[in-house]
T-cell receptor, first 110, second 114 residues
Framework: QKEVEQNSGPLSVPEGAIASLNCTYS??????FFWYRQYSGKSPELIMF????GDKEDGRFTAQLNKASQYVSLLIRDSQPSDSATYLC??????????FGAGTRLFVKA | SAVISQKPSRDICQRGTSLTIQCQVD?????MFWYRQQPGQSLTLIAT?????????ESGFVIDKFPISRPNLTFSTLTVSNMSPEDSSIYLC???????????FGPGTRLTVL
């Protein structure tokens, strides 16, 4: 069974701090990795994707991938209350299916 | 990214009835997916719908309960048949953008079964 594991949280950080969200996956053959943000009552919204080991930055967001450790993370710098949401880690293992984690709830306190 | 619309956005239905949810995409896509998300839970894949072929259902989901149509590359429907309160959930359409190998989601249909 291919799995994607996330800490369900909630993760609570003060405004302006760095929020660090983590994800591990079981299939070493995984090739593509994604982070989605889901506000309460809304559908998931893609915020980052990463394919290669290392860091990928987009504004306040940085995705980090370590394939040897089967670990992917999302850093949110200068966290804002508007970042409060559930963050879903997703992994494509080949073929067309994407495996989604259960999500981590993030609360940014003003 | 693809622009995806779903209809209806929400509905309240009586048990034993059926509801058909429509998903429209602004561009041609090969792969379309239907998910269910119950309150506080993550996404559960119901089936994958390819144009011109039968939908492929995940374990626990059957065609008689969730028939799917995929008449062309921009449209799909999911029917929730003979509904019970346990079918109350958000149903999400999703498409795979081939250029980035990335999935995008529609706004969802919130279904309540009384």
């Amino acid at each position: 069974q291919k799995e994607v594991e996330q800490n369900s949280g909630p993760l609570s950080v003060p405004e302006g701090a760095i929020a660090s969200l983590n994800c591990t996956y079981s299939d070493r053959g995984s090739q593509s990795f994604f982070w989605y943000r889901q506000y309460s009552g809304k559908s998931p919204e893609l915020i980052m994707f990463i394919y290669s080991n290392g860091d990928k930055e987009d504004g306040r967001f940085t995705a980090q991938l370590n394939k040897a450790s089967q670990y992917v993370s999302l850093l949110i710098r200068d966290s804002q209350p508007s970042d409060s949401a559930t963050y879903l880690c997703a992994v494509k293992t080949g073929g067309f299916k994407t495996i989604f984690g259960a999500g981590t709830r993030l609360f940014v306190k003003a | 990214s693809a622009v995806i619309s779903q209809k209806p956005s929400r509905d309240i239905c009586q048990r034993g009835t059926s509801l058909t949810i429509q998903c429209q995409v602004d561009s041609q896509v090969t792969m379309m997916f239907w998910y269910r998300q119950q309150p506080g839970q993550s996404l559960t894949l119901i089936a994958t719908a390819n144009q011109g072929s039968e939908a492929t259902y995940e374990s626990g989901f059957v065609i008689d309960k969730f028939p799917i149509s995929r008449p062309n590359l921009t449209f799909s429907t999911l029917t929730v048949s003979n509904m019970s309160p346990e079918d109350s959930s958000i149903y999400l359409c999703s498409v795979l953008a081939a250029s980035t190998d990335t999935q995008y989601f529609g706004p969802g249909t919130r279904l309540t079964v009384l």
